[in-house]
């Protein structure tokens, strides 16, 4: 099992709707949730970083956070063709010297 | 302005010849990482440094070195290039030592190509 889960995609969603995107992790002591975007040919950068449980909410972005679960997701409201790249979730663990681990990325598509 | 850079930015290189692979940042982080991207795999962490003096290996450091003989400066040796080493690397730095909570800050990328 890897320790950070991705669906790699790609997701197709249309301009103004609302994209999803999954993330399961494996060490349950994991403490700092992090959503990076890629856009193709550049380098990550960071949208959104989520601690505790619940949602977490910056423009039309959300961060949701179930620790119990092992889940993270981003939600993107109002989709611009501007989204559309690769979104990494990462995920420091709890043991191991603060190591943060990356997942594969999901690729997401806005049509105009 | 801060930032982190990487040189080069392309390279070509044969089979069995030593490469190193350049990150400078000028933000005196402290923390310091190598990752490699490759197709299915995402980001994959090469090795890492809290501080001068302290480096650590990562899920696949093997064929890989680093040394940090100053804050800014992180660089990264191929002691025999493979061709399985053929990838986009990725230079990135956080501010405090050993804390979970910082965001990496990435370079530009350097893609190199192992023949």
């Known amino acids: 099992q890897k320790e950070v889960e991705q669906n790699s995609g790609p997701l197709s969603v249309p301009e103004g709707a609302i994209a999803s995107l999954n993330c399961t992790y494996s060490?349950?002591?994991?403490?700092?949730f992090f959503w990076y975007r890629q856009y193709s040919g550049k380098s990550p950068e960071l949208i959104m970083s989520?601690?505790?449980?619940g949602d977490k909410e910056d423009g039309r972005f959300t961060a949701q956070l179930n620790k119990a679960s092992q889940y993270v997701s981003l939600l993107i409201r109002d989709s611009q063709p501007s989204d559309s790249a690769t979104y990494l979730c990462?995920?420091?663990?709890?043991?191991?010297?603060?190591?943060?681990?990356f997942g594969a990325g999901t690729r997401l598509f806005v049509k105009a | 302005d801060a930032e982190i850079t990487q040189s080069p930015r392309h390279k070509i290189t044969e089979t069995g010849r030593q490469v190193t692979l350049a990150c400078h940042q000028t933000?005196?982080?402290?923390?310091m990482f190598w990752y490699r991207q490759d197709l299915g795999h995402g980001l994959r962490l090469i090795h890492y440094s809290y501080g001068v003096q302290d480096t650590n290996k990562g899920e696949v450091s093997d064929g890989y070195s680093v040394s940090r003989s100053n804050t800014e400066d992180l660089p990264l040796t191929l002691e025999s290039a493979a061709s399985s080493q053929t990838s986009v690397y990725f230079c990135?730095?956080?501010?405090?030592?050993?804390?979970?909570?910082?965001?990496?800050?990435f370079g530009p990328g350097t893609r190199l190509t192992v023949l």
């Open positions: 989520i601690y505790s449980n």
């Open positions: 933000w005196n982080h402290n923390n």
């Open positions: 990135a730095s956080s501010e405090s030592q050993g804390v979970s909570t910082d965001t990496q800050y």
């Open positions: 060490d349950r002591v994991s403490q700092s």
């Open positions: 990462a995920v420091t663990l709890g043991t191991g010297g603060f190591k943060t681990i």
